[in-house]
């Protein structure tokens, strides 16, 4: 939907599929390290028609997504304004526009801490789910406990049943998300794993490949072993010293260790917190996941 220029000449309209490019040149160009053309294309494809760019003279000075999950909750994201044309509301008139598209549904994203301020002065509020951070290491250390020595079996996704996948998801997630998780796990040269403990799913996560070296989220997994069994796999997955990222939360156990394990080769790229505008749904096993989706589509 076009809405009337404003003072400043620029124009907020819906994306299209033929902006995708120019949307990932700018995200390239923002240095967001844990996202790629292929994740761009596939959180345009989920989140349909709520894509929204910010434009004049024919050049995209900004975009914003949100995506209605669902009729009660929405997931805004990917927000950057060209830092050449920062200041001039270009943010704000994108927030306003997809705020007007997630109606009155609860919203729930990541802010990077610098720019919590802002959300803060829109009405959201930081959620009690706490602190996200995304962090960028060398998987070398991931110990698997003792007791771990069998009863536990790594399956591609496709080999397991889809319902039950989906069931363990929403154990996690609360909100089935089955169309998300389609696209998902179908973006080129991503790999999804899927880890049982006697024929029950006890874990699963995704690793896909981006500029500065591999993504893994999400990665959720109930118990220390099969976390670590899950990593293990993944480091193997790729070549040797490959940097991966993780979008980790700071309640995750098994992400603390992780960075224990592996200090010698970690950076935090940057801190955020988990916001929200009306109460997300609870998350009672925030503790058990070790990587989200991504920042900028959330899906919490
Ligand atoms: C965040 C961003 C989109 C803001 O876009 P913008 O067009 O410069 O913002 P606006 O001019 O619309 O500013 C709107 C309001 O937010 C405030 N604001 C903007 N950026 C802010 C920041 N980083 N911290 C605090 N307040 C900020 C402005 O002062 C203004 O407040 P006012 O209404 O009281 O005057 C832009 O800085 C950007 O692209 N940053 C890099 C990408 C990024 O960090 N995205 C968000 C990830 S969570």
Excluded at 50 to 67: C, P, S, T
Excluded at 94 to 123: C, H, T, W
Excluded at 180 to 200: D, R
Excluded at 247 to 258: H, N, Q, V, W, Y
Aim: charged share 25%.
């Amino acid at each position: 939907m076009a809405v009337p220029k404003n003072e400043n000449c620029f124009k907020i309209r819906q994306a299209t599929s033929d902006d995708v490019e120019e949307i990932w040149k700018i995200v390239k160009q923002e240095g967001w390290a844990s996202c790629s053309f292929q994740v761009t294309r596939a959180v345009i494809e989920i989140a349909e028609d709520g894509w929204f760019v910010a434009e004049q003279d024919g050049e995209i000075l900004g975009f914003v997504m949100g995506y209605n999950i669902n009729e009660t909750t929405s997931f805004p994201g990917f927000l950057i304004v060209k830092p050449e044309h920062r200041g001039k509301y270009i943010g704000k008139a994108l927030l306003n526009e997809v705020g007007s598209y997630m109606g009155d549904r609860r919203i729930s994203f990541v802010a990077i801490l610098q720019v919590e301020p802002m959300y803060v002065k829109l009405g959201n509020t930081r959620s009690p789910r706490g602190g996200v951070n995304l962090y960028s290491l060398q998987l070398r250390n991931m110990p698997i406990p003792q007791e771990a020595k069998v009863d536990y079996e790594l399956k591609d996704y496709i080999e397991v049943d889809w319902k039950d996948l989906l069931d363990y998801d929403t154990s996690f997630h609360i909100i089935p998300r089955e169309r998300v998780l389609n696209v998902w796990f179908e973006i080129p040269e991503s790999k999804t794993k899927v880890i049982q403990q006697n024929g029950k799913i006890v874990g699963y996560g995704t690793i896909k490949p981006v500029p500065s070296g591999h993504v893994i989220g999400p990665l959720y997994a109930d118990t220390t072993a099969a976390c670590m069994i899950l990593l293990n796999y993944f480091a193997t997955a790729i070549p040797a010293n490959s940097k991966v990222l993780f979008t980790m939360p700071t309640a995750s156990e098994d992400g603390k260790r992780l960075l224990e394990y592996n200090k010698d080769t970690l950076i935090v790229v940057w801190k955020g917190v988990f916001m929200e505008k009306k109460q997300a749904p609870s998350f009672s096993k925030l503790h058990k996941v070790v990587a989200i989706f991504d920042s900028a589509i959330c899906f919490l």
